[in-house]
């Protein structure tokens, strides 16, 4: 009897201090966001407070060009949804964003430069975020799935589009992960903002940031495999070795999200023409507000090259 209630003790304290927590954090972290978009009050990211102002006069210019809300079916049944800017162009740049952000969060600036320089634009909204559906979120490993949905998307509208694809944070590893089996011929090339290389790796990471016990961590693997079929130990180092396009690179040196380290690790592993530009001062997703001529600069010349 003393066997079974010690039993029975270790079990009750199992569901206490490690299941029922770790289901609370598996739901939380992986989880419907809803995002606040640029212009609300309520939003408060210290690493955009900056180039709020700025941000924010870039997306009133976007607005006032017009877009299109464009909808697509993902390959496991979720609708997906983007904002879609037209300049009547044969070459598109597809913009994915970061983990918990609003698009425009991230990606607003270069979003508006590339409409500037006459690209179609499209912003997409990750599944388990805003307007698009799903309840969970795979930290790129199912993401990278839903661009090629989007590519498809783009060329059937339109089969004489050239599409760029330009990432940030979680969006850039979504496009690392899908860097080997990417070999359509009208996706000439990526550009990658500070991706991380995994999502286990990245939990790690924040786990005191985000007041996140570090041993809960293996059981929100073995939930990620038995809900979503994904394993957050994947690295997209690996996908890299293989990658089949040409990939600019950026880091800022003052990201306390995702290291310098990280970043370089990524791109030392990709083995397609690649070229690496570091940003003094800049933190997560800010490389291309922090230092905008160093950053355009190189973005002209990797398109001059291999956007053709």
């Given amino acids: 009897m003393l066997i079974l209630h010690l039993i029975l003790a270790i079990i009750l304290l199992l569901i206490i201090f490690w299941i029922a927590p770790g289901i609370v954090c598996y739901r939380s972290i992986f989880g419907r966001h809803q995002?606040?978009?640029?212009?609300?009050?309520?939003?408060?990211k210290p690493a955009i407070e900056p180039f709020k102002k700025r941000m924010l006069r870039d997306w009133h210019y976007l607005r006032d060009q017009g877009f299109e809300r464009v909808k697509v079916t993902a390959t496991d049944g979720v609708t997906l949804c983007g904002d879609r800017y037209d300049r009547g162009s044969d070459r598109t740049v597809l913009m994915v964003h970061g983990f918990n952000a609003d698009p425009y969060v991230n990606l607003v600036a270069p979003a508006r430069w590339f409409y500037d320089q006459g690209y179609n634009v499209l912003v997409i909204y990750q599944r388990a975020h805003g307007c698009s559906g799903g309840d969970r979120c795979g930290m790129g490993l199912r993401e990278k799935d839903d661009v090629t949905v989007w590519i498809r998307e783009i060329l059937r509208r339109d089969d004489r589009q050239r599409v760029l694809l330009y990432g940030?944070?979680?969006?850039?590893?979504?496009?690392?992960?899908l860097?080997?089996?990417l070999t359509e011929e009208r996706v000439p090339c990526m550009m990658i903002d500070c991706g991380?290389?995994?999502?286990?790796?990245?939990?790690?990471?924040?786990?005191k940031r985000m007041h996140?016990?570090?041993?809960?961590i293996p059981y929100l693997r073995w939930l990620c495999q038995k809900e979503q079929k994904i394993d957050i130990r994947e690295k997209t180092t690996e996908h890299l070795k293989r990658a089949k396009k040409p990939i600019l690179f950026f880091h800022g040196t003052a990201d306390p999200t995702v290291s310098l380290e990280e970043g370089r690790n990524n791109f030392e592993a990709c083995t397609s023409d690649k070229r690496f530009v570091v940003v003094e001062g800049a933190g997560h997703t800010t490389a291309f507000c922090t230092d905008e001529q160093q950053v355009t600069s190189a973005m002209t010349d990797f398109l001059q090259t291999y956007f053709k």
């Fill in 179 to 181: 860097s080997d089996t």
């Fill in 35 to 44: 995002v606040l978009p640029l212009d609300d009050e309520k939003l408060h």
């Fill in 168 to 177: 940030t944070s979680m969006g850039g590893s979504t496009l690392a992960y």
């Fill in 196 to 207: 991380f290389i995994s999502a286990e790796n990245q939990l790690y990471s924040d786990a």
């Fill in 212 to 216: 996140l016990p570090r041993l809960l």
